[in-house]
């Protein structure tokens, strides 16, 4: 490697173990180059966590607010023209009626960090949007973006260390699909969401990454068991560079990662260890054997025969998630033995019918005939119950009754959350 590919492939490790968070985000960027040479008194900054849904910092689920406030103090310091701290929320958030954005940055205690350090926070839900077009697009030729990210000369992308039911991973590059406003984030995945996230990431490539890697998450993200202390913070210029590290730490082969691979690809890079020089604390020393959520979601339901093709994603998976567990607490077991479930667009090819075959979401509509259909994008948690209901010849009202105090229970529970 020469000199200047080797600075720019260079990835920190860093434990924020006996200096504290600040000191150890300092080091990791750093270490990785710095960002003297990135921000200038021109330079528009854009720093971006990933808060896709309200979740207090320290969780693992959401961007910790000690390491955006330690990244934004470093911008501060070298007086670039502005510095806006965005998101938008995942798919769903910022309707009329469901929770905003503004949720996610107050209970994470982002709205505090802006607060005292005197920086904006935008909505990319509700920015401004333009839409733009993608030079040899994988698939997505073109797409709307918020105009506040197409704006920044510099994106600092904040992921946290997680796995993802879609994408197996989930880190720098497909933390910038919260610059999609709204609906958009939809098209992403009706598309394909590797091949999209490629193609967002030729638009508003981030400049430099940091990972919250304090605690990582794994599994289906469900808190506080599948939380993994970890105590690291990671820093580097390059994307594809960072997120092979982080997916290297999390114990996967960064060949796996399709959106990595096929944006490395695009930039005429290896998104492979051996063109990374990770510096700081010994990678090996701090591998994991992280639990993909795929392989926790399979386990959990042996008797559901899951055909999923490439566009499936975490819509209709979380909504069938959702249903299955409802089903398996509060209804009839049976219900789920030998189920064949197909969503995505899965080819005629791979579906094998059972009695019991239910179809979900606008991706699978061609093989409605198939069994039973659930139709919506995606098809909603209820509707998924009482489809496989009818399929199983069992009672959805008991069920949906049962799942509705449920919620009610732990709105109880959770609302001080959202009221801070
Ligand atoms: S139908 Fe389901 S899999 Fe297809 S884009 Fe909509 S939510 Fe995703």
Redesign the pocket.
């Given at each position: 490697m020469d000199e200047g590919k080797d600075m720019k492939n260079r990835v920190s490790i860093v434990s924020a173990g006996e200096n504290g968070i600040e000191a150890a985000v300092r080091q990791a960027i750093d270490l990785a180059g710095g960002l003297p040479d990135l921000i200038t008194p021109r330079s528009k900054v854009l720093v971006k966590p990933n808060l896709c849904s309200p979740q207090p910092s320290g969780t693992g689920i959401t961007t910790d607010c000690r390491v955006t406030e330690a990244v934004t103090k470093i911008v501060l310091e070298l007086k670039p023209k502005s510095v806006i701290i965005g998101e938008g929320a995942g798919a769903g958030y910022d309707f009329s009626g469901s929770t905003s954005t503004e949720e996610a940055f107050r209970v994470s205690g982002t709205a505090d960090v802006a607060a005292r350090l005197g920086i904006e926070l935008r909505n990319f839900n509700h920015d401004e949007w333009e839409e733009v077009s993608v030079k040899n697009p994988y698939i997505m030729d073109k797409v709307k973006i918020a105009r506040t990210a197409l704006e920044s000369d510099v994106i600092i992308s904040l992921p946290v260390l997680k796995t993802h039911l879609r994408t197996l991973i989930t880190l720098s590059l497909k933390n910038m699909k919260g610059v999609l406003p709204g609906a958009e984030k939809?098209k992403t995945?009706?598309l394909g969401l590797d091949k999209a996230i490629a193609d967002l990431n030729s638009l508003v490539k981030p400049s430099y990454v940091v990972v919250d890697a304090l605690a990582g998450m794994q599994g289906l993200w469900e808190y506080p068991q599948d939380k993994v202390e970890m105590g690291l913070i990671l820093a580097g210029r390059e994307p594809c560079a960072v997120d092979t590290v982080g997916t290297y730490l999390m114990g996967f082969n960064p060949a796996q990662i399709m959106h990595l691979q096929y944006f490395a690809a695009r930039q005429r890079q290896q998104a492979d260890l051996e063109h990374v020089m990770v510096v700081g604390e010994p990678l090996e020393s701090h591998r994991r054997s992280f639990k993909s959520g795929y392989d926790v979601f399979r386990a959990r339901y042996p008797g559901v025969n899951i055909i999923a093709g490439e566009?499936?994603?975490t819509?209709?998976y979380g909504e069938l998630m959702g249903a299955l567990t409802a089903m398996k607490e509060f209804g009839d077991g049976d219900a789920l033995t030998e189920l064949t479930v197909i969503?995505?667009n899965a080819s005629r090819d791979e579906v094998s019918v059972t009695e019991k075959t239910v179809i979900?979401?606008?991706?699978?509509r061609r093989l409605a005939h198939l069994g039973t259909f659930a139709k919506g994008?995606?098809p909603m948690g209820e509707d998924i119950i009482r489809t496989i209901c009818r399929t199983a010849g069992s009672d959805a009202d008991g069920v949906i009754a049962s799942l509705d105090r449920e919620r009610n229970r732990r709105w109880e529970e959770t609302k001080h959350l959202l009221a801070r």
């Open positions: 939809r995945h009706a566009s499936a994603c819509g209709c969503l995505g979900l979401g606008k991706c699978a994008c995606p």
